[in-house]
């Protein structure tokens, strides 16, 4: 029997459609769930915070440092690249791969060159080009001092940022005690006073706001960045456990030592002194570092992952619990209107490159 007869059975050809048509169904499933995972059709609200997963993806992007020619805006390179992908991804996705593996774009342009080679002359290609041009090359708007995150265009955030430079000093010290990097800690910090400030806000207006000083809390929780005595407490042990998850090594043993009797009243003592935060800032970076090191040794590094790292100051050490997939979250906080989580408040901060000419990035965020 001849395959073109076999073919004529009518048996054979309706098992023969329904596989060519099953395979186009699935192929376009594909296809579908490709695109709509592309477009972020797939976000949720999440369960913590409702940017959870996106804080995610950002804070996990490669940090590498990268050559000082990724930061001049070569505009018409990338135009050029956006315009290929429109029309050639696949060569788009050939040079993406080729900047990807040579851990900088300098051969952009030669790359890009030798793709125009074949399409200078193409009309549509020439069209997208001078629309993207319209577009992106344009002289940018005249700069009107309003930020894209919202909370930073409150006056709270404007004082704030004036009272945190004047503490730079005790910041920058106790990051160098704790082997953390300073923005951690101002993380942490920006978190505690928007809270405070949203929550006492008739105190702002009245001195907090005019004289740009950090609020000292000295009742259930203590300092500039409200430490509980018993979570100080649970710092210290913390220290000189070897045995502990939380222990950051024999440099950092001695970090927090007294030289006198030790009780509960001297140390908020060192949290609650209204001239010098240092202390504050010390157990700040010493909380960070501890639950950064419980995470790790648990076999979850959530070294770049901030968001979570401020959630988790924020919660505390009992809340603490090393895991797949960490959400970022902690104490609601209203700022004209808008809702944000304690741990998203250090995000923005932390990524936004508020005073960073202050508190540069570090190569490493923890020194271990």
Request: aromatic share 14%.
């Amino acid at each position: 029997m001849s395959v073109k007869e076999f073919m004529k059975r009518k048996p054979i050809r309706i098992a023969y459609k329904v596989l060519l048509y099953g395979f186009a169904v699935f192929g376009f499933g594909v296809f579908g769930a490709w695109a709509i995972y592309e477009m972020g059709l797939t976000k949720n609200n999440g369960l913590v915070d409702r940017n959870t997963r996106y804080l995610a993806k950002v804070s996990e992007l490669d940090n590498q440092k990268q050559d000082s020619a990724k930061f001049l805006f070569r505009t018409e390179d990338y135009i050029k690249l956006v315009t290929i992908g429109k029309m050639y991804p696949h060569n788009a996705e050939l040079i993406i791969n080729g900047l990807r593996n040579a851990k900088n774009d300098k051969q952009l342009t030669q790359m890009l060159a030798a793709c125009e080679l074949y399409i200078k002359n193409n009309k549509n290609y020439n069209s997208m080009m001078q629309e993207a041009t319209k577009v992106f090359g344009r002289a940018s708007v005249k700069d009107n001092g309003i930020n894209a995150i919202p909370w930073m265009n409150s006056i709270e955030w404007e004082a704030l940022k004036e009272s945190i430079v004047k503490d730079s000093a005790a910041i920058m010290k106790a990051a160098k005690i704790t082997g953390v990097e300073p923005r951690m800690i101002v993380g942490c910090l920006v978190g505690e006073q928007i809270r405070l400030f949203n929550s006492k806000r008739e105190m702002f207006k009245k001195y907090l706001g005019p004289v740009k000083v950090l609020s000292v809390q000295s009742q259930f929780s203590f300092g500039v960045n409200g430490i509980k005595d018993f979570t100080a407490r649970e710092v210290e042990e913390h220290l000189k456990d070897k045995t502990s998850p939380f222990y950051m090594g024999e440099k950092y043993e001695h970090i927090l030592d007294y030289s006198g009797a030790v009780n509960d009243s001297v140390r908020i003592k060192r949290l609650v002194d209204y001239r010098d935060h240092t202390y504050s800032y010390i157990y700040t970076g010493c909380i960070i570092h501890q639950t950064r090191n419980q995470w790790k040794k648990a076999g979850y590094d959530i070294t770049n992952r901030p968001d979570v790292l401020f959630t988790l100051f924020n919660v505390g050490f009992s809340q603490s619990q090393p895991k797949p997939n960490p959400e970022c979250g902690g104490s609601h906080i209203t700022v004209a209107d808008h809702i944000y989580t304690f741990g998203a408040i250090g995000f923005d901060f932390y990524y936004s490159g508020e005073l960073s000419d202050v508190f540069p990035y570090w190569e490493q965020r923890f020194i271990d």
